[in-house]
C-alpha cells in the first residue's frame, strides 16, 4: 500500500551542485543548488532565484562552472549553500576552497571538487532557469581509472531531501542499454 505525501520537491536523486562564478571585481564565487540538471545532451538548466549574487554574475560574465560535491568536501559544500555573498564577501576563502580560472570560460574551477563542467551561457528561460552549454568537462586524475571517472574514487554527494541529509552514490547495481535486453 502507498502512502501519500501530496506535492512535495522530492525528486531523487539530486546532485549536489555548486556553481562557480566570477564578481563583478573579478573574486571568485560559488554556491550549492540542488535544482538542475542535464538539459540535453550538451546543455545544464539551474534553477537559480534571481536575487542570488550567482545569478547576477552568470548574467554578466555569461559562463559558470558546476562542480558535483562529494564526499570528501561535505562540509564547505554545505557551506556555501548557507551563505550568501551578498553578505559575505569572503565566502569562498572562509568555505577553504580554492580556485583557478577555467581555460574555456570565464568562471572559476573549484580546486577541491574533482569533477566540473565548464558552461557558457545561452540563454534565461521565461521562469528564470538558467540554460548552459557545456563546453568542456573536466576531471582530476585522482577521480580516473583508465581513463574514465571512476564512481568508487570520485563519491559525488546525492542530497536526500525528506530529511536534508547528504548521501555518497557509487554501488552499481546494472549496466544501462544492456541488461534489460533479457526481456526482448
Known amino acids: 500500500m502507498r502512502k501519500n505525501f501530496g506535492t512535495k520537491s522530492w525528486f531523487y536523486p539530486l546532485p549536489v551542485l555548486i556553481v562557480g562564478t566570477y564578481n563583478e571585481d573579478g573574486t571568485a564565487d560559488a554556491m550549492n543548488a540542488a535544482w538542475g540538471g542535464l538539459y540535453d545532451a550538451d546543455k545544464v ?3 537559480l532565484s534571481a536575487g542570488h549574487r550567482t545569478t547576477k ?3 554578466a560574465r555569461g559562463a559558470f562552472t558546476v562542480s558535483f560535491a562529494d564526499a570528501a568536501h561535505v562540509v564547505p559544500s554545505d557551506y556555501v549553500g548557507m551563505v550568501s555573498a551578498n553578505s559575505e564577501p569572503q565566502k569562498i576563502a572562509k568555505s577553504g576552497f580554492h580556485t583557478v580560472k577555467s581555460g574555456f570560460v570565464d568562471a572559476p574551477l573549484i ?3 574533482p569533477v566540473a563542467l565548464e558552461c557558457q551561457l545561452l540563454k534565461v528561460n521565461e521562469d528564470g532557469n538558467i540554460i548552459g552549454r557545456i563546453v568542456n568537462v573536466s576531471a ?3 577521480v580516473l581509472t583508465d581513463g574514465s571517472i571512476d564512481l ?3 563519491r559525488p554527494l546525492s542530497f536526500e531531501p525528506v530529511h536534508n541529509r547528504y548521501h555518497v552514490l557509487g554501488e552499481a ?3 544501462a542499454f544492456q541488461d534489460g535486453a533479457a526481456l526482448k
Open 57 to 59: 554574475n552568470i548574467q
Open 45 to 47: 538548466i539551474l534553477c
Open 111 to 113: 580546486d577541491e571538487l
Open 173 to 175: 547495481v546494472g549496466h
Open 140 to 142: 582530476d586524475e585522482s
Open 152 to 154: 568508487a574514487k570520485f
